[in-house]
Nanobody, 123 residues
Framework: VQLQASGGGLVQAGDSLRLSCTGS????????IGWFRQAPGKEREFVAVILYRGGSTRSADSVKGRFAISRDNAKNTVYLQMDSLKPEDTAIYYC?????????????????WGPGTQVTVSS
């Protein structure tokens, strides 16, 4: 499955952005989709995940209460609504499709990745 993330940009602290991750496969609804981010000089980290067919969601403690993940399988799209953005949220955001069973927060369980979209939050 090919993934394309979009919606990034330059915003001020406290602003909102909505990222979109659109997939090419007709079987998109069968994939658990995760959002990850990588800040300069740091390792890629888990942000949020939504299980296949619009099941349960999880998010990292650092974004709980501010970010929400959702999906519209009819549009082959997963969204990441980001509110109350902070400068520390600045990173390249990637969406990925899980290809291995196991912990949906582990990067190693994801085999399909999109090219990423830059989010920059100024103070």
């Amino acid at each position: 499955v090919q993934l394309q993330a979009s919606g990034g940009g330059l915003v001020q602290a406290g602003d909102s952005l909505r990222l979109s991750c659109t997939g090419s496969a007709r079987t998109f609804s069968n994939y658990t989709i995760g959002w990850f981010r990588q800040a300069p000089g740091k390792e890629r980290e888990f942000v949020a995940v939504i299980l296949y067919r619009g099941g349960s969601t999880r998010s990292a403690d650092s974004v709980k209460g501010r970010f929400a993940i959702s999906r519209d399988n009819a549009k082959n799209t997963v969204y990441l609504q980001m509110d109350s953005l902070k400068p520390e949220d600045t990173a390249i955001y990637y969406c990925a499709a899980r290809t291995k069973s196991g912990d949906p927060e582990r990067i190693q369980n994801y085999g399909y990745w999109g090219p990423g979209t830059q989010v920059t939050v100024s103070s």
